[in-house]
């Protein structure tokens, strides 16, 4: 387990006297600043291809409504010490493509497993990526062949990109503050077809949106970082889009030219943007959180001190028995779900080759503290319980990121998994899981989390 720790400091968003830029000359001066470099890349496909997300699908893209990119921020300490924060509108890194990225990015930077974040939006207009949620796919092999040709390229694209970012490097003030937009609906506890007949909404949810702010040496905003908790599942056609999230960057970069912004998911595996289904309203969902990114902005944000740490670590979550042969015919033969025959037809192939099933799946676990702020980046999709146990563990004003460095099943909490339904009984069909998770997985991981938070310094004063 390697700690990182970073030191930076940057200016203020607005120079509006001499005596302000005297003053940020001076911070300069100190040589005791963080360099932050910040790189993006359109990673929209060149030709059409499958898109991920929906199995109701039945074929290839049919254009694009906006560009999908892939983002990075580096932050470098006065050591020379370095990590990186990448986000995409993609659906969701795989294991085999983000070991990939992770692998190159140590081989050509140096930069270690805990120094690397990798967040997918987790678009539903995004195309499909090798090694993901093969069964709900059906796929010919000019169709295969293209997947595998895409993620052999998106994985340079972001290599390369990273290194753009590096080299973009300059001294930065770093800031943080949530704020707050309530088009998030409880996808498990909330009928969307009587959406407009409900007088109020069953939760849980968490309706916060983190802002990271960066300020170059002039004064400007150079970056922002922000988050939410929903699936972006606006968009259902033929057209690839970052949905609500690449509209809100949109939004954000129309308002403040040269400035990147990026977006990570958080823990919105059980949340919906209800209503849903039409470009207007994915236009209105990216305008409302661009309208609470630009308040948290506009106010007083917490200036982040001079530290950063990063931790990371893989907890074998346990998987229960695997299905017998007479398990696989029985479900084979009575569902009438296409892509959860597909799984059982797969799974008894294999069961009869004698494939040995895997028993746990090595989940990924990172907690970064900037300055004193406890930033938690999980795999898996996240359910919206997570981010409200992790904050009451480490602080309200904590941000917590899900589909974060390997998306492999969705990741529910007790009271999900005892409940079942799609989060927690049916969704490993669909990432081609063999089973799904034991109980006892959130009791795991929020412990593995509060380990980490106490070598990353988040526990100080809690």
Not at 74 to 82: A, H, I, P, Q
Not at 128 to 142: H, P, Q
Not at 235 to 254: R, V
Request: with cysteine.
């Amino acid at each position: 387990m390697k700690i990182l720790r970073i030191y930076l400091t940057l200016p203020l968003l607005i120079v509006s006297s001499s005596i302000y830029a005297q003053n940020v000359n001076t911070i300069f001066a100190t040589n005791k600043a963080w360099k932050v470099g910040v790189s993006r890349v359109v990673i929209t496909p060149k030709q059409a291809m499958p898109m991920a997300g929906f199995a109701s699908r039945t074929h290839s893209s049919e254009g694009t409504l906006h560009d999908l990119w892939a983002k990075a921020l580096v932050f470098e300490d006065t050591e020379g010490k370095r990590a990186v924060m990448v986000s995409s509108d993609l659906l969701g890194f795989p294991k085999s493509v983000s070991d990939n990225i992770r692998n190159k990015l140590k081989t050509k930077f140096g930069l270690n497993r805990d120094q690397i974040l990798l967040n997918s939006s987790h678009t539903h207009s995004a195309p499909v990526l090798g090694g993901a949620l093969s069964d709900i796919y059906v796929l010919d092999n000019e169709q295969l062949e293209r997947i595998k040709t895409y993620s052999a390229s998106v994985e340079d694209m972001i290599v390369n990109m990273v290194g753009e970012a590096i080299r973009d490097l300059e001294p930065a003030e770093l800031y943080a503050q949530n704020g707050v937009t309530r088009f998030q609906v409880n996808r498990r506890n909330n009928n969307a077809a009587l959406l407009t007949q409900l007088s109020e909404l069953q939760g849980p949810n968490d309706y916060s949106v983190p802002v990271i702010k960066v300020i170059n040496p002039k004064g400007d905003l150079k970056a922002v970082a922000f988050g939410y908790s929903c699936h972006p599942t606006v968009l259902n056609g033929y057209q690839w889009s970052g949905d609500y999230p690449g509209f809100t960057q949109l939004e954000i970069e129309k308002a403040h030219p040269g400035t990147t912004a990026l977006f990570f998911q958080s823990a919105g595996a059980d949340q919906n943007p209800l209503p849903r289904n039409t470009i207007p309203l994915a236009r209105q969902y990216g305008r409302e959180l661009a309208a609470a990114v630009e308040r948290v902005l506009e106010e007083d944000m917490k200036k982040l001190g001079p530290g950063l740490m990063t931790t990371y670590s893989e907890l074998q979550l346990p998987l229960q028995r695997a299905p017998l042969e007479a398990d696989l015919l029985n479900i084979s033969a009575k569902t009438a779900n296409a892509y959860e025959k597909r799984w059982a037809e797969r799974m008894l192939i294999e069961t009869r080759a004698g494939k040995k099933m895997i028993t746990s799946y090595p989940y990924p676990i990172q907690v970064w503290t900037l300055g004193e702020l406890p930033v938690v980046s999980l795999g898996g999709e996240l359910v919206v319980e997570y981010a409200i146990k992790i904050k009451q563990m480490l602080g309200p004003e904590s941000f917590v990121f899900g589909y974060s460095n390997d998306v492999m099943n969705y990741i529910p909490s007790a009271t999900i998994l005892k409940e079942g339904g799609y989060e927690g009984d049916k969704a490993h069909v669909v990432y081609g899981m063999p089973s799904n998770w034991q109980t006892g997985i959130e009791a795991g991981i929020l412990n593995e989390i509060f380990r980490l938070a106490g070598e990353a310094g988040a526990l100080k004063n809690k």
